[in-house]
């Protein structure tokens, strides 16, 4: 950890810089990759929408508790699954309590559902069986409130980035990085066949809580080193990119810390218990999450940047910075002297003889001395260094005025 400490500090000072901004199309690029396999996903697979969605048949089985546990659960759905049903085949068994177990499948026929009745009755020897069948319209209710909560959200955040940053350039970068992470995180659910179910749609509304706060943090951070550009020697792009390169290590951080519980409840949802709503919600909130970090440094800074290149402060800024850099010293560059610093030949006695050998120091006589400080020649001597007569005499003091000639 010291040396990510160090390296955080490093780029924080401006020491080490990471190029995010000047790389925009090569993070552009990755991104069009990652979104287009999403798109194949959402085409090719779809979604598959959970019985809340698609409706279906419920089977609430009233057990013991001793027998409510996540055994019985695995055992039911194994039974299901094995009475050779299509629509049946991938049910959805959970918990209820501790007094009942839920069997969740797609819509049956009346046959169809005796057969499900009996490996439940086999399986558990319960006696209480309620049976339920959920309607599509419940589903679709829950999508249109969810579209339209996601609608009043994205407008109370470009709301709140305009008014608290006064840029409106922000908030379509924010915009653009949130609908890049929902785009991610819907087509990971289409390619790895995860059910959505409402408590997908509570991870998605999440993510992008996470996501926007991630952008927030770094905006602030451009806009205190970009405050007062025409008064700095920098460019928009360089203070932008600095303040990406300082907010890393926190972003990084950040991350880890929220992805490894994410991780570890999602491992225990899919693999473990094969709780459907656990592994629903875990999934979408470590993808989006994972994307809202990258998207945050590597999306929506270079946006940014890209969106306020044709404003005239900025413009200006960069033509100062090129002024400078033409007028730079030439001999910046030039190594500073040491004692052990070898000496050549001039550089017209320094040409390559052609024989392959390299060539060796040459020894030069001592410069002569040389005028210091404020003189520019040195003077001639007089003569030489002789001893003093007034050596061993008291030597007169100066005195204030007031004291002169007074004993």
Known sequence: MGKFSRLGNDLYNGKRSINFVGRAFLWYSISAIII???V???YFKGLNMGIEFVGGSQYKVTLDSSQVNQQTADELRTAVAGTGIPDASAPVVTTAGTAAIL???ETLTESENAQVLDAITRVTGATEISQTEIGASWGRDVANRSLTGLCVFLVLVVLFIWAYFRQWKMSVAAIVAL???LLITVGVYALSGFEVSPATVTGLLTILGFSLYDTVVVFDKIRENTKNLKDKRTTYAAAANLAVNQTLVRSINTSIVALIPVGAILYVGAVQLGSGSMKDLALALFVGMAAGAYSSIFIATPILVQLKSGEKEIIDAEKRAKARLQKADRYASVPVFTE???LRAEPEDDADPGDGTEDTPVARPPRAPEAMQRGRVVPPAR???????????AQPTR???SKRGKK
């Open 36 to 38: 287009l396999l999403a």
């Open 40 to 42: 194949g996903g959402l």
């Open 103 to 105: 069997v969740e499948t």
């Open 179 to 181: 609908a890049h992470d």
């Open 340 to 342: 052990d610093l070898p």
């Open 383 to 393: 003569g030489p260094v002789q001893q003093s007569n007034a050596a061993g005499r």
């Open 399 to 401: 005195q204030t005025r």
